[in-house]
T-cell receptor
């Protein structure tokens, strides 16, 4: 299995609070991605990174920001969490961005 | 915008039957296509990746075909087992980003 960890694995927070999710990889892959998975919508790309400090928006980026200061870490921040951001968040990595993507175990976020 | 469709949404078969899962996509300008498996409450496990220049890819009991011109891929699972019960997702890669289908949930009855 690809070395990808996500933290925390579960989180409950209140509307309006900031939340940061962390993705850590040990594979030295260049590309890292954040997705959310919701019933009825499937998996949707939030943001992705193609190198340290290089990021771009995905399909559902509103309300989210990301940062990547090291190859191994990709952070997803919800500046002010809303109930619509209750979801399961997955991180993924890829060597070149055109190869197999490997997924982390996911983070379940509940915003009350 | 790339649209990826998987039909049927759910499938139930008796053990031993071959499974055929379909995936279609609207924009044929893809780089490759990937099939995943997801167990309830778990992450995604990559099954097969087919490059756009390939017609098919095989791994054990799994075989995936790709027809870019018609925007279709099919995943075949031979001699299904109860352990094959899961949701199967296809995704296409273009511009370094994946677009996913909603998945087909498979139940293999013992």
């Amino acid at each position: 299995d690809a070395g990808i960890t996500q933290s925390p694995r579960h989180k409950v927070t209140e509307t309006g609070t900031p939340v940061t999710l962390r993705c850590h990889q040990t594979e030295n892959h260049r590309y890292m991605y954040w997705y959310r998975q919701d019933p009825g919508h499937g998996l949707r790309l939030i943001h992705y990174s193609y190198g340290v400090k290089d990021t771009d928006k995905g399909e559902v980026s509103d309300g989210y920001s990301v940062s990547r200061s090291k190859t191994e870490d990709f952070l997803l921040t919800l500046e002010s969490a809303t109930s619509s951001q209750t979801s399961v968040y997955f991180c993924a990595i890829s060597g070149t961005g055109l190869e197999t993507q490997y997924f982390g175990p996911g983070t379940r976020l509940l915003v009350l | 915008k790339q649209e990826v469709t998987q039909i049927p949404a759910a499938l139930s078969v008796p053990e031993g039957e071959n499974l055929v899962l379909n995936c279609s996509f609207t924009d044929s300008a893809i780089y490759n296509l990937q099939w995943f498996r997801q167990d309830p409450g778990k992450g995604l496990t990559s099954l097969l990746l087919i490059q756009s220049s390939q017609r098919e890819q095989t791994s054990g009991r799994l075989n995936a075909s790709l027809d870019k011109s018609s925007g279709r891929s099919t995943l075949y699972i031979a001699a299904s087992q109860p352990g094959d019960s899961a949701t199967y997702l296809c995704a296409v890669i273009r511009d370094y980003k994946l677009s996913f289908g909603a998945g087909t949930t498979v139940t293999v009855r013992a």
